[in-house]
């Protein structure tokens, strides 16, 4: 079974900058789909980005322009790259995988969490004001 690590989360300033990771092993993880996800205390887990086998890549609205999620596959990580964040960035960030396999997959799928089956555990980020 895959096993998901995230790191790279802290403490930061309102318009500073961190970078996460998450890492897996296996070829399985380097052909899938991969998604970040965050949840605040006391709301709902919601989609931050993802990124399809082709590479295509796709963002919440509330992170657009500011968020880059990549992936290397020689390292078998993909990474979520934070730039001027804001307060209510922050939220536990989790990666999560999906089983598809398929070149491309569209918005509508990667969004969704119901499309993966492995999560990581979870890294912390919070953004100070």
């Known amino acids: 079974q895959v096993q998901l690590v995230e790191s790279g989360g802290g403490l930061v300033q309102a318009g500073g900058s961190l970078s996460l990771s998450c890492t897996a092993s296996?070829?399985?993880?380097?052909?899938?789909?991969v998604g970040w996800f965050r949840q605040a205390p006391g709301k709902e887990r919601e989609f931050v980005a993802g990124?399809?086998?082709?590479?295509?890549?796709y963002y919440g609205d509330s992170v657009k322009g500011r968020f880059t999620i990549s992936r290397d596959n020689a390292k078998n990580t993909v990474s979520l790259q934070m730039n001027s964040l804001k307060p209510e960035d922050t939220a536990v960030y989790y990666c999560?995988?999906?089983?598809?396999?398929?070149?491309?997959?569209?918005?509508?799928?990667?969004?969704?969490?119901?499309?993966?089956?492995?999560w990581g555990q979870g890294t912390q980020v919070t953004v100070s004001s």
């Open positions: 990124i399809s086998r082709g590479g295509e890549t």
């Open positions: 999560a995988r999906s089983p598809r396999t398929a070149f491309f997959a569209p918005r509508e799928y990667v969004s969704a969490q119901k499309s993966y089956d492995a």
């Open positions: 296996g070829r399985t993880f380097r052909e899938a789909v």
